[in-house]
């Protein structure tokens, strides 16, 4: 005979049952925080373990423990359109206080992801020595705490279809490796992305006289930006005058936090307007959109007696100038202000504000002999305008060696002024201040390590 259990264990079986469900929910929930957390916490307490066994304790003569600076290091990939860049950088810093700049390391590789786009398996050994030659720059101890990122530059958005972002398919390959690789660090940046990226230079990277690299604290003197990229040009400073931040529009500034300290910037990427996708839109297309067959694109910026196929984010035009009728260069500046109409916000402070001048602006510069290229230099506003008048006059009589020389020094000199600089604003071109390369790697950087802080925090 079935024996019938009692109501009394019936009531235990039902309470049993939803509590037994309760604690299942509340481990599952446990884990998933665990997982959420496990990276920002790996990057934090490997490095004070890595530090503890690389370095040891210090202590002074009278037995006490020393300050001793804390080491980290990261690792950022710049995947561009021409080629793919590793940089590694090394930290010192102290809790509280702002990280130092001790070291950076720079290779390269030819050609750019981009070349991959059709069979992305192929960049994998590319990568792979990359990533050896990163390995070979940190010491052990510090692999498993090191964050690798990689930022694909806006210029890789040019591609057609989903190239792109078959290109972020690398990031298996960084899974593979000993470095800490978080869900976010591979990712194609956009204008604003740069944008935030130069910002986190210029507020990660204001510079110090007495401290080469480090950061700045809020109300110091500070210097502004300008870079021009191939897709994009940025504009980055700290505004001074009240009228600035009432007159900008919104999405022209900033409050960014970076180390415990908040800077108000005044920073924006102007996508489209990076040099090489000017020149598109001076030649009279549209990015991304083939021409039809058979078809030139005529301009004035071009020699006269110019006729070539030139190809750009895999398409190819055929090109040609066209007879002047005045001068070269009023032709050429006629239609890049054209171009320019409405497209830059204008701004008064920049006039009474230092700038460096970066990428492009550097390169042309030292290309036409106005500062010198090992040395670095400053110049006008105004002698872009006057070099490009030449350049411009020469093409009329004879091809160059550069054919588009005369449009992309027009465009800088109408850029600059679209920008309200006057002619006799002086900018300091270089690649480096005070011996730091100021790359928006290092910036991108930064800002994820900030990141991974600030989740920290939030988990703790």
């Known amino acids: 005979m079935k024996n019938i259990p009692n109501n009394g264990n019936l009531k235990m079986m039902k309470m049993a049952y939803p509590l037994g469900l309760f604690v299942c ?25 890595a530090l503890r066994t690389h370095m040891g304790q210090q202590t002074d003569s009278l037995g006490m ?23 590694i950088f090394q930290f010192t810093w102290q809790p509280g206080e702002t990280p130092t700049l001790t070291h950076e390391t720079f290779n390269a590789l030819q050609p750019g992801l981009s070349a991959y786009a059709d069979d992305i398996e192929k960049s994998t050994p590319v990568i792979q020595e990359l990533l050896d030659a990163a390995k070979q720059e940190i010491p052990f101890d510090f692999l498993k705490a090191t964050p690798l990122v990689l930022k694909a530059t806006a210029a890789l958005c040019l591609l057609p279809g989903e190239k792109a972002q078959n290109l972020l398919k690398v990031k298996e390959v960084f899974k593979a490796s000993p470095f800490l690789v978080g869900d976010d660090s591979v990712s194609i ?36 930006m300008l870079e021009l990229g191939r897709g994009s040009t940025h504009i980055t400073f700290l505004p001074r005058v009240e009228d600035t931040l009432q007159t900008s529009p919104p999405s022209y500034l900033t409050s960014l936090q970076i180390f415990n300290r908040t800077y108000k910037l005044y ?18 297309s549209i990015e991304g959109k083939p021409v039809e067959d058979g078809k030139q694109l005529v301009s004035p910026c071009l020699s006269p007696s110019f006729k ?79 070099v490009a008048k030449y350049v411009c006059q020469m093409a009329e009589t004879q091809p160059q060696s550069n054919p588009f020389m005369c449009m992309d020094l027009t465009y800088i000199s109408l850029l600059l002024q679209e920008f309200s600089f006057p002619g006799d604003k002086v900018l300091k071109l270089t690649q480096k201040i005070n011996n730091v390369e100021t790359r928006w790697t290092l910036g991108a950087i930064l800002h994820y390590i900030n990141s991974l802080n600030g989740q920290k925090r939030k988990a703790s």
């Open 25 to 49: 929910l509340f481990i599952y929930i446990a884990y998933i925080k665990w997982h959420w957390v496990s990276t920002t916490q790996a990057f934090f307490s490997i490095t004070e373990a």
């Open 65 to 87: 423990t020393a300050r001793v600076d804390k080491v980290f290091y990261s690792i950022t990939f710049e995947a561009g359109s021409t080629g793919t860049r590793v940089y």
């Open 189 to 224: 940046m956009n204008g604003t992305d740069e944008g935030r990226v130069a910002r986190s230079i210029l507020a990660g990277l204001v510079f110090t006289p007495c401290a080469p690299g480090s950061l700045k604290s809020p109300g110091s003197s500070s210097v502004g």
């Open 267 to 284: 920073c924006y990427s102007y996508l489209g307007l990076g040099l090489i996708s000017a020149r598109l839109a001076i030649l009279g």
């Open 308 to 386: 070539r196929e030139w190809e750009h984010a895999e398409i190819t035009y055929r090109l040609s100038g066209q007879k002047a009728a005045v001068n070269l260069h009023q032709l050429c500046a006629s239609r890049v202000s054209e171009v320019l109409q409405n497209k830059v916000h204008r701004m008064e402070e920049v006039k009474n504000v230092d700038f460096y001048a970066f990428s492009y602006y550097y390169d042309l510069a030292a290309n036409v002999g106005l500062i010198d290229a090992e040395k670095r230099g400053s110049l006008v506003v105004r002698d872009f305008e006057i």
